[in-house]
């Protein structure tokens, strides 16, 4: 799997809300959606690389993809 080395919790979920997502739940992990997935990402700084990986293919965006949403 692909990495995305130190990626703060905070740009990882501006990054999906620039994608559609929008936060549902706060607390120990931020849980977002967008109608038909649900992420859950954790409030680690940084979001271990290949944790963030996943989140991003369960988002449906290639790596690259989401490399683009965190500029």
């Known amino acids: 799997m692909p990495k995305i ?3 703060n919790h905070q740009d990882a979920v501006r990054a999906l ?3 559609g997502f929008r936060i549902i ?3 120990k992990h931020i849980v977002m959606t967008d109608g ?3 992420l859950t ?3 680690h700084d ?3 690389a290949y944790t963030m990986a996943g989140i991003a ?3 449906a965006l ?3 993809q989401f490399k683009e949403l965190l500029r």
């Open 41 to 43: 990402i954790p409030r």
């Open 36 to 38: 038909v997935r649900i």
């Open 57 to 59: 293919m369960d988002a």
């Open 25 to 27: 739940r706060q607390g």
């Open 17 to 19: 809300q620039k994608a």
């Open 5 to 7: 080395p130190g990626v």
């Open 46 to 48: 940084p979001v271990n």
């Open 62 to 64: 290639t790596i690259e």
